[in-house]
């Protein structure tokens, strides 16, 4: 990681010069310290503003903000701004404040929105899937020229499907193909229940289509989307089982845990506590209490168990008892949640999206804005000879890093910096996150995150000459800290009985203790 290091490095080191900067007006001075026009008008903006056409406006807020400043002051003379607690904060919300830099916050809404509305919608699909041969399962490793006849079989099936085949009619033709699993009945899969490359293809399917073949870490997909069905929300059920005594029960023995469960739903209706009934006569070892966890369609619980569960309408209701594999259910609707917020579920996807491949997409519109920003080149022959080597080696191994490390093309020119493929190889070897099994796929995917890191570095050292809001924002950032410290060192820790006069003598000692100086030319001319 030396090379890397030492090119972050170097951004830091770019060279400039230094022009003189034009002397900005002031508009007041608080014990010897200038308050520049840029500041003043920065702060009168936050809030409700100020009115610069209101005279009265104007002048409530240069008092408000002169004794401000000289209770910063104050607080200056007693060192507080030299603590190492106030040090420590305020790097904090420097690194805070440079974070909020290095995204773009409508375009993450925007994209936490999308997948939100993903949420509302479960598609019912068919699948076909073709997989890598086993002795890649094990390696992990997938190289390109491992999954060419792979991919013309997956090809294949989805042509004759194209010119007129029924999907399940080719599905049906190569159930005796041990590298393919067919799945013929309909099964609903809600968000995330794929990879994301199967997610982003099945979501913007239409009833009826189906998909070409999608490549993931597992093999090659082709989904039809049988319908599309409203998110009925989550259900929460207790329930009483009647388990069949055996895994292959018997005619008899089903016939006697149906009329188990038969008995325990007649009592059920008949109003006895449901609680006693889970208590007297449940089966089941694992949800003693009867309460199952919340469920969602497609949650990967039994699928008759599941349907009845959402066909109960109102709290309280009870299910006639449901046959799945381990015995009788008898269901009662403990609650019901039709619809998922927005409001209260944008943090937990914003999270979710963090840890999975939904990261990078996260990014995507803030390092596009900042390769624009800094004149990012990419060299796509540079790249197509690091694709040729991953044919042969996967990127992490040691062959296809002992011959990368020797290339030395440019992949990437930013500002005035060139990242070889060399740098990327390192990089890659060394900084991998992604989960990609598929050897190109493992490329890009690390690429992003290499592309990412290089802009996000390049702008971090950029900030503070590109953004004047930025020191602005950490001036009043100072300004708070000192005055919340010191104002609860003169005013807060007293009784609120205390509080207005400890205030008003503070403030005469203030116009006593320090000079004022307001520019009162300087602020009639501001015109905002």
């Given at each position: 990681m030396k090379k890397i290091c030492l090119l972050f490095v170097l951004v830091g080191l770019i060279a400039t010069v230094e022009a003189k900067e034009k002397k900005e007006p002031v508009v007041m001075t608080i014990a010897g310290k200038d308050v520049p026009l840029s500041e003043f008008i920065f702060m009168a903006r936050?809030?409700?503003g100020v009115d610069f056409k209101?005279?009265?406006?104007?002048?409530?807020?240069?008092?408000?903000?002169?004794?401000?400043?000289?209770?910063?002051?104050?607080?200056?003379?007693m060192s507080i701004h030299k603590l190492p607690k106030f040090d420590a904060e305020m790097e904090n919300l420097s690194l805070q404040l440079?974070?909020?830099?290095?995204?773009?916050?409508?375009?993450?809404?925007?994209?936490?929105?999308?997948?939100?509305e993903r949420t509302k919608i479960i598609p019912a699909i068919k699948h076909i899937y073709f997989t890598y041969p086993e002795v890649l399962n094990r390696t992990g490793m997938i190289l390109t020229r491992d999954t060419a006849a792979l991919y013309e079989k997956a090809i294949a099936a989805y042509t004759r499907i194209k010119n007129g085949e029924s999907f399940e009619e080719t599905g049906e033709s190569l159930k005796n193909d041990s590298s393919v699993f067919y799945w013929e009945h309909e099964q609903v899969f809600p968000l995330e229940q794929f990879p994301k490359l199967l997610d982003d293809c099945i979501f913007t399917m239409q009833p009826g289509e189906v998909s070409m073949p999608v490549r993931t870490n597992f093999g090659f997909h082709i989904i039809k989307v049988d319908r599309i069905i409203p998110n009925p929300g989550k259900v929460r059920v207790t329930h009483v089982l009647s388990a069949f005594p055996s895994n292959e029960p018997t005619d008899d023995e089903l016939e006697e845990t149906r009329n188990r469960a038969e008995k325990i739903y007649a009592k059920a209706i008949a109003g006895e506590d449901f609680m006693e009934?889970?208590?007297?006569?449940?089966?089941?070892?694992?949800?003693?209490?009867g309460m199952l966890p919340e469920l969602e369609l497609g949650s990967g619980i039994l699928a008759p168990l599941e349907r009845a569960a959402?066909?109960?309408?109102?709290?309280g209701d009870i299910s006639k008892p449901v046959q799945t594999s381990h015995g009788f259910h008898v269901l009662k609707l403990v609650d019901r949640k039709p619809e998922i917020l927005f409001e209260d579920h944008?943090?937990?996807?914003?999270?979710?999206?963090?840890?999975?491949?939904?990261?990078?997409?996260?990014?995507?519109?803030?390092?596009?804005?900042?390769?624009?920003?800094?004149g990012y080149v990419f060299y796509p022959e540079a790249y197509a000879e690091l694709q040729q080597l991953a044919d042969e080696y996967f990127p992490i191994d040691s062959m296809f890093v002992d011959k990368g490390i020797e290339m030395e093309k440019i992949l990437i020119r930013i500002d005035t910096f060139n990242f070889t493929q060399a740098h990327f190889v390192?990089?890659?070897y060394r900084q991998h996150r992604t989960t990609q099994r598929y050897s190109l796929d493992f490329m890009m995917d690390v690429f992003r995150y290499f592309e990412h890191e290089i802009v996000t570095e390049i702008e971090k050292r950029s900030i503070e000459s590109d953004y004047p809001e930025y020191h602005l924002t950490m001036q009043s950032y100072y300004d708070g800290t000192l005055l919340f410290e010191i104002s609860n060192k003169r005013v807060w820790s007293h009784s609120q009985e205390e509080q207005e006069q400890l205030e008003a003598e503070w403030i005469k000692e203030l116009h006593e203790k320090?000079?004022?100086?307001?520019?009162?030319?300087?602020?009639r001319k501001i015109k905002i």
């Open positions: 936050q809030g409700n209101n005279k009265k406006s104007v002048e409530e807020f240069v008092e408000l903000y002169k004794i401000l400043k000289l209770k910063v002051a104050d607080a200056e003379s440079k974070a909020s830099y290095l995204t773009d916050k409508s375009e993450e809404d925007a994209l936490l929105y999308s997948i939100y009934l889970v208590a007297a006569f449940s089966d089941d070892t694992i949800y003693n209490r959402f066909a109960l309408e109102n709290i944008a943090s937990i996807i914003y999270d979710r999206m963090k840890r999975t491949e939904y990261a990078l997409d996260m990014f995507r519109v803030f390092v596009d804005k900042t390769k624009d920003r800094h390192e990089y890659m320090y000079p004022v100086t307001v520019n009162r030319k300087v602020i």
